[in-house]
T-cell receptor, first 115, second 111 residues
């Protein structure tokens, strides 16, 4: 069964609004989760590392004030795209590292379309 | 994390073995080779990983050259459902999750 879930699976929003995407670890607690973004026909790009109980770590070039990450519990991380614009339309994927630290489990992804 | 190079696309006949190569000539001694695949519009799926020995699981086999500068993922009997983008990633084993994805190889399995 699924190890990581994301909600919603797809969302359409108007330009200027904010959208929250949830990532849940279903089978185990995770002090760290990762958020990726994937544009059409491109590879995954790491956006940020979500840390339970502390601030997220953002990759270079990712606006932390625009992509708000909250790791409120050991099973839930949320990504909020604030003041969304059409160029934010993308496939957002979260991942959870396995206890063994060798594998990582990816969520099914959330497709965001900003009109 | 070391950079990897993969062919952009490959075809394979259904039922035949699919051999996907990956070059990682700058791999460090403590970096593992991981393979993931992504079926269209889904999250990536872990396939296999290895350090220096060849590995096999229920999905695939991983062959790593002795100098560790390249590897090959083998799907022994490809099916249509194996059509996906395959990503080869090298990273330190303890740095779980923080993976740098290259462009991958689009494998198309044909009937």
């Amino acid at each position: 069964g699924a190890v990581v879930s994301q909600h919603p699976s797809w969302v359409i929003c108007k330009s200027g609004t904010s959208v929250k995407i949830e990532c849940r670890s279903l089978d185990f607690q995770a002090t760290t989760m990762f958020w990726y973004r994937q544009f059409p026909k491109q590879s995954l790009m790491l956006m940020a590392t979500s840390n339970e109980g502390s601030k997220a770590t953002y990759e270079q070039g990712v606006e932390k004030d625009k992509f708000l990450i909250n790791h409120a519990s050991l099973t839930l991380s949320t990504l909020t795209v604030t003041s969304a614009h059409p160029e934010d339309s993308s496939f957002y994927i979260c991942s959870v590292p396995a206890r063994s630290s060798y594998e990582q489990y990816f969520g099914p992804g959330t497709r965001l379309t900003v009109t | 994390d070391a950079k990897t190079t993969q062919p952009p696309s490959m075809d394979c006949a259904e039922g035949r073995a699919a051999n996907l190569p990956c070059n990682h000539s700058t791999i460090s001694g403590n970096e593992y080779v991981y393979w993931y695949r992504q079926i269209h519009s889904q999250g990536p799926q872990y396939i296999i990983h290895g350090l220096k020995n060849n590995e096999t699981n229920e999905m695939a086999s991983l062959i790593i050259t002795e100098d560790r500068k390249s590897s090959t993922l083998i799907l022994p009997h490809a099916t249509l459902r194996d059509t996906a983008v395959y990503y080869c990633i090298v990273r330190v084993g303890t740095n779980a999750g923080k993976s740098t994805f290259g462009d991958g190889t689009t494998l198309t399995v044909k009937p």
